[in-house]
């Protein structure tokens, strides 16, 4: 399986954005690496090519669920820690 090929399951954005809250939490770091990831995701999804009707879906969630892994894991840090 190719890098490619994981980066279009859009849990694996998911799970990096909750990596990147639980450990930096929302600080001005955290920001600027979420910022970076999201401009990644868009230039990933400009050069992945056309979706595919099936799976469009899961293509552009991605990026949805990169804020939401991010913003879980901040609040779990806070409530943790």
């Known amino acids: ?9 859009p849990f694996v954005w998911g799970f990096i954005g909750l990596i990147v809250g639980s450990l930096l ?3 001005t ?8 990831l999201l401009v990644g995701f868009l230039v990933f999804m400009k050069f992945s090519g056309p ?3 099936s799976g469009e879906g899961a293509l552009f ?5 990169l804020m939401i892994g991010w913003i879980l894991g901040f609040s779990i840090r806070g409530i943790l820690i």
């Open 1 to 9: 399986m190719s890098f490619l090929t994981v980066l279009k399951i």
């Open 25 to 27: 939490g929302g600080t």
């Open 29 to 36: 770091l955290a920001v600027w690496l979420i910022a970076l």
């Open 51 to 53: 979706p595919e009707e």
């Open 61 to 65: 969630a991605g990026g949805s669920l």
